[in-house]
């Protein structure tokens, strides 16, 4: 019996988006049906479609193999087909062209609630996604409450979901799909929904997921998440894979190939409720010039602009990421008592990190606001600059990228 538990061969999706018409309204058949009469047969492709539609290809030719029990990143930025694939491979979306084979039963967690019914309790949904998956209902009842446990909703199992808040929801859609024994898990980047704690043990399950053979296809912007889950990983870019090996060595050559020097803020991967969002993050040097390289040794200045629904009491906080995903500066306003003003729901605030002591090497900026545990709008990854070597300690420094992350001054003396 072969090993593989996914198979995708040349596979493509073409999505055509048509441009508004002119008059945009209602239209009766009549008038369409007269209006399709007078189009030139020349304007048609061999598929019916309209030659002057926008073509977007979200897949193409993409080939892979998964082995059984393998669990695989998937990473890219936004647009770069990750969630596209997920939906065809789930069966959700078809394909344009090429072939896939899955190798047993498929549990989906690509969307808060995928697959659940609104009007539907908790407990109706359990049973309904169970059958789903072609569970019969004593495998259903034998795992019942280990799912409950593990979302936490016991109290409100008999109340409509379509009631539930978004954490409620996305922990007890992650319950099910990982708890109703699938062979084959497929994970969007839905967890970024629930709280640290969830996550945390989401994490664990999927990595139990692995420990007893099964396969997991794992989507997220989180990298050191998926260097930490993932033994192997595919980047994709602009619907075509890009790399396909080694975790570490896939997220570094990520880092290493995004050289964006002016994010649109509007374009990048935001998680948060909205009440506040960014419009403009920079980064700058001492001299108050928008910069992507600084020396060991010098200062770096974040400049943050905030729209928010929030008048007062809005906190910020910035993080400094390494090439493998890892966090490895997390500053808070909080931590060094600053309180960030408002006018009229404009803010503007600006931190230091002076003196930076990175070792060579390109790292990421991540951006944060929000209230306590509440996230009003976070952007993992922003932007890239990279540190290359200067004066520490009073003479230029020998570091060596990759070498470690932090040079700190320390005191030596002979004995």
């Given at each position: 019996?072969?090993?593989?538990?996914?198979?995708v061969?040349?596979?493509?999706k073409?999505?055509?988006?048509?441009?508004?018409?002119?008059?945009?309204?209602?239209?009766?058949?009549?008038?369409?049906?007269?209006?399709?009469?007078?189009?030139?047969?020349?304007?048609?492709?061999?598929?019916?479609?309209?030659?002057?539609?926008?073509?977007?290809?979200?897949?193409?030719?993409?080939?892979?193999?998964?082995?059984?029990?393998?669990?695989?990143?998937?990473?890219?930025?936004?647009?770069?087909?990750?969630?596209?694939?997920?939906?065809?491979?789930?069966?959700?979306?078809?394909?344009?062209?090429?072939t896939?084979?899955?190798?047993?039963r498929?549990?989906?967690?690509?969307?808060?609630?995928?697959?659940?019914?609104?009007?539907?309790?908790?407990?109706?949904?359990?049973?309904?996604?169970?059958?789903?998956?072609?569970?019969k209902?004593?495998?259903?009842?034998?795992?019942?409450?280990?799912?409950?446990?593990?979302?936490?909703?016991?109290k409100?199992?008999?109340?409509?979901?379509?009631?539930?808040?978004?954490?409620?929801?996305?922990?007890?859609a992650?319950a099910?799909?990982?708890?109703?024994?699938?062979?084959?898990?497929?994970?969007d980047?839905?967890?970024?929904?629930?709280?640290?704690?969830?996550?945390?043990?989401?994490?664990?399950?999927?990595?139990?997921?692995?420990?007893?053979g099964?396969?997991?296809?794992?989507?997220?912007?989180?990298?050191?998440?998926?260097?930490q889950l993932?033994?192997r990983?595919?980047?994709?870019?602009r619907?075509?894979?890009?790399?396909?090996?080694?975790?570490?060595?896939?997220?570094?050559?990520?880092?290493?190939?995004?050289?964006?020097?002016?994010?649109?803020?509007?374009?990048?991967?935001?998680?948060?409720?909205?009440?506040?969002?960014?419009?403009?993050?920079?980064?700058?040097?001492?001299?108050?010039?928008?910069?992507?390289?600084?020396s060991?040794?010098?200062?770096?200045?974040?400049?943050?602009?905030?729209?928010?629904?929030?008048?007062?009491?809005?906190?910020?906080?910035?993080?400094?990421?390494?090439?493998?995903?890892?966090?490895?500066?997390?500053?808070?306003?909080?931590?060094?008592?600053?309180?960030?003003?408002?006018?009229?729901?404009?803010?503007?605030?600006q931190?230091?990190?002076?003196?930076?002591?990175?070792?060579?090497?390109?790292?990421?900026?991540?951006?944060?606001?929000?209230?306590i545990?509440?996230?009003?709008?976070?952007?993992?990854?922003?932007?890239?600059?990279?540190?290359?070597?200067?004066?520490?300690?009073?003479?230029?420094?020998?570091?060596?990228?990759?070498?470690?992350?932090?040079f700190?001054p320390?005191?030596?003396e002979?004995?």
């Amino acid at each position: 019996m072969s090993d593989i538990a996914i198979r995708v061969e040349n596979l493509g999706k073409l999505y055509h988006i048509g441009r508004a018409q002119g008059g945009a309204g209602y239209r009766t058949l009549r008038e369409s049906v007269m209006d399709w009469a007078k189009i030139p047969r020349h304007w048609f492709g061999r598929n019916g479609h309209n030659v002057d539609d926008e073509t977007i290809w979200a897949l193409k030719n993409v080939s892979f193999e998964v082995k059984q029990g393998e669990v695989v990143g998937i990473i890219g930025r936004n647009g770069a087909g990750k969630s596209t694939l997920l939906k065809i491979l789930s069966r959700i979306t078809e394909p344009t062209h090429g072939t896939l084979d899955l190798y047993g039963r498929v549990g989906s967690l690509l969307e808060v609630g995928s697959g659940f019914h609104p009007e539907l309790t908790g407990r109706e949904n359990i049973y309904l996604n169970g059958a789903i998956l072609g569970m019969k209902k004593t495998e259903i009842e034998r795992k019942f409450n280990e799912i409950v446990d593990f979302a936490e909703i016991d109290k409100f199992l008999d109340t409509p979901v379509k009631r539930y808040s978004s954490g409620m929801y996305v922990r007890l859609a992650f319950a099910v799909a990982a708890h109703l024994e699938p062979e084959i898990l497929m994970v969007d980047e839905v967890l970024a929904v629930g709280d640290a704690q969830f996550q945390k043990k989401c994490l664990g399950k999927m990595s139990d997921v692995a420990k007893e053979g099964r396969t997991v296809l794992f989507v997220s912007h989180n990298l050191a998440t998926i260097t930490q889950l993932c033994a192997r990983t595919i980047l994709f870019e602009r619907g075509k894979i890009l790399e396909d090996g080694n975790s570490y060595a896939v997220v570094s050559k990520y880092y290493q190939g995004n050289t964006t020097s002016s994010p649109d803020v509007n374009l990048l991967h935001h998680v948060g409720s909205g009440k506040a969002h960014f419009v403009s993050v920079q980064i700058l040097d001492d001299h108050g010039r928008a910069s992507k390289v600084f020396s060991m040794g010098e200062s770096l200045f974040v400049d943050m602009e905030v729209l928010s629904e929030v008048i007062t009491g809005l906190q910020f906080s910035i993080e400094i990421i390494d090439q493998f995903g890892k966090t490895i500066i997390h500053a808070v306003n909080q931590d060094d008592h600053f309180e960030a003003r408002s006018i009229a729901g404009r803010y503007h605030v600006q931190t230091k990190l002076p003196n930076i002591q990175l070792y060579p090497g390109r790292y990421i900026l991540g951006v944060w606001c929000g209230y306590i545990m509440e996230d009003y709008d976070y952007i993992r990854e922003y932007t890239y600059f990279n540190v290359e070597q200067g004066i520490v300690s009073g003479r230029t420094s020998i570091m060596k990228e990759g070498q470690a992350v932090f040079f700190a001054p320390t005191q030596w003396e002979n004995l």
